[in-house]
């Protein structure tokens, strides 16, 4: 007979029968480091920079960034961990990607909740105090509509594919740790 599916799923040394599983996890974290970084970079420039947010504009910033930095952080750990082959980082970076799942999901939600709830009228305010030209505010509040609901097709269609990529990402993290032993 051949192996168990305990060998199938945990101890093979290739993911899709041809890609080095420590390869692999090189390059998820790596790429997660890089990408990370600059939203985390860009969500703390954010808060940093407006101060016209408000208090519920400025938690779902500042919990985004949180919750970015704690991605770059977790990744640059399962990179080191992949390279020097030590078994307790990618097994941190594997329980840590878990984690981060689930505080995405929250925290995506609730800042999905507040740039699709944002009033109407602090758009027209918005528009109304920069441009003074009629035709151009309208515009102006045309495009921050379209803008909001391309933030939330963009948002809705990221959260999906991470919804969609954890067990195959965690079955080839959870392979590498279970490599190096």
């Known amino acids: 007979m051949g192996r168990g599916i305990i060998y199938w799923i945990f ?5 899709c029968c041809c890609l080095p599983v420590r390869a692999c996890v090189i390059i998820m974290s790596l790429l997660g480091l890089v990408l990370a970084s600059l939203l985390s970079i ?18 779902a910033f500042i919990g985004a960034g949180v919750v970015e930095s704690l991605l770059a952080l977790l990744s640059a750990v399962g990179f080191i961990g992949a390279i020097v082959r030590k078994q307790t980082f990618v097994t941190a970076y594997c329980i840590g990607l878990y984690i981060h799942f689930v505080l995405n999901l929250g925290v995506a939600g ?3 909740f507040v740039i699709v709830h944002a009033t109407h009228s602090d758009a027209v305010a918005a528009c109304q105090h920069a441009i003074t030209n009629t ?23 990221l959260l999906f ?3 969609c990529t954890p067990s195959p990402t965690l079955f080839v993290i959870a392979r590498a740790a279970h490599r190096i032993m």
Do not use: M
């Not at 101890?11 to 993911?15: D, L």
């Open 110 to 112: 609730y800042f999905l």
């Open 42 to 59: 860009i969500l703390w420039f954010e808060v940093a920079s407006t101060h016209t947010l408000t208090g519920s504009e400025r938690a």
């Open 11 to 15: 101890q093979r040394p290739k993911f």
């Open 161 to 163: 594919v991470e919804l």
């Open 135 to 157: 035709d151009a505010q309208g515009q102006c509040t045309n495009l921050l509509g379209v803008a909001k609901w391309i933030y939330v097709t963009v948002a809705s269609v």
